[in-house]
């Protein structure tokens, strides 16, 4: 599975995660119904904008891997930088205190797979300047691919965690 596959996955689990919570909030005693309302309406406008956040990032991914395949540096950079930008925003943008963990754990987990698609490009572009033996290369490559499955465990894991927060 590739990294536009897997972060469409990801999307798909935050969406999921919003509608569930959305759903689970919407069943709210009548009693505590005004605040329960707008805590309620607070953490789906939140998860709204963590899924477009989401959505956006997978779009700069989807780039990132046709600039690959057309070996184009340039463009890989260009969406690691766009990719940073829409991680910033997602560090900018007010969680609810019953989403603020979920929160953290999207956006260590996105600045690890940020940080695994930099490691990549700085190795592309050590290859083509020719500033990397065979086994340093094996390696580097190595230590990529174990950036992006970390990163990618701990988006499942903060997915994980809006199910949980939906289902309580």
């Known amino acids: 599975m590739n990294i536009s596959q897997k972060i469409k996955r990801i999307a798909?689990?935050?969406?999921?995660?919003?509608?569930?919570?959305?759903?689970a909030t919407g069943c709210a005693s009548t009693a505590a119904q005004?605040?329960?309302?707008?805590a309620a309406a607070q953490n789906r406008q939140y998860m709204a904008t963590l899924n477009q956040q989401v959505s956006d990032?997978?779009?700069a991914t989807d780039s990132f891997q046709k600039a690959v395949a057309d070996s184009d540096v340039v463009t890989m950079q260009a969406q690691v930088t766009a990719i940073d930008k829409t991680i910033d925003d997602i560090k900018n943008t007010d969680a609810t205190?019953?989403?603020?963990?979920?929160k953290d754990d999207y956006v260590d987990a996105l600045c690890t797979l940020d940080d695994a698609m930099k490691a990549y490009v700085q190795?592309?572009?050590?290859?083509?300047?020719g500033q990397v033996s065979d086994a340093d290369y094996q390696q580097?490559?190595?230590?990529?691919?174990?950036?992006?499955?970390?990163?990618v465990e701990k988006m499942k894991a903060a997915d994980d965690a809006v199910v949980k927060i939906s289902n309580e």
Do not use: E, H, K, P
């Open 12 to 23: 798909a689990g935050v969406s999921a995660g919003a509608l569930v919570l959305a759903l």
């Open 34 to 38: 005004t605040a329960d309302d707008s």
């Open 57 to 59: 990032i997978n779009t």
């Open 97 to 102: 205190d019953r989403l603020q963990a979920v």
């Open 123 to 129: 190795l592309y572009t050590d290859v083509q300047n």
């Open 140 to 151: 580097r490559l190595s230590d990529v691919q174990s950036a992006y499955n970390s990163g």
